[in-house]
């Protein structure tokens, strides 16, 4: 996964904002993991499931971390300020993103995880 995380990347230099579409264990956190090492981040990486967004560091600024999977309305995410995360220009990695597709303005590459036979399967584009 190293390998595709860093051709991602280097891809789309310019995209900030990433939304993770997948089932539940296609490999969303997994991969997320592996572009924040590609970044330099050198923080314990968890999976945000129950505090909706996790804070790390990397050399050049901030990655936030969004699992929205428990999201049940808007004003939970309008309450932890995530146009405020959005706007900021840092990483915004985002699972489960179909739950704010109406606050997303900007930019933003969509990757797709799938999983057939036991092998992963990765599209991106920028929408």
């Known amino acids: 996964m190293p390998i595709t995380a860093a051709k991602l990347l280097h891809t789309f230099p310019h995209d900030r904002i990433f939304l993770f579409d ?4 296609s490999g969303k956190t997994t991969f997320i993991k592996a572009l924040c090492h ?3 981040c050198n923080d314990n ?5 129950f505090s909706l967004v996790n804070e790390y560091t990397h050399p050049k ?17 309008l309450d932890i300020g995530i146009d405020e995360y959005l706007d900021s220009g840092q ?3 985002i699972e489960w993103p179909e739950k704010i597709m109406t606050l997303i303005s900007a930019p933003a590459l969509q990757i797709r995880l799938t999983v057939t036979d036991n092998i992963h399967y990765l599209r991106a584009e920028e929408i």
Do not use: V, W
């Open 91 to 93: 990483y915004c990695f």
């Open 61 to 77: 600024g901030k990655i936030y971390h969004f699992d929205l999977y428990r999201i049940k309305d808007m004003k939970e995410l």
């Open 45 to 49: 990486l968890s999976s945000p499931t």
């Open 38 to 40: 590609t970044l330099g």
């Open 22 to 25: 997948g089932e539940m264990g």
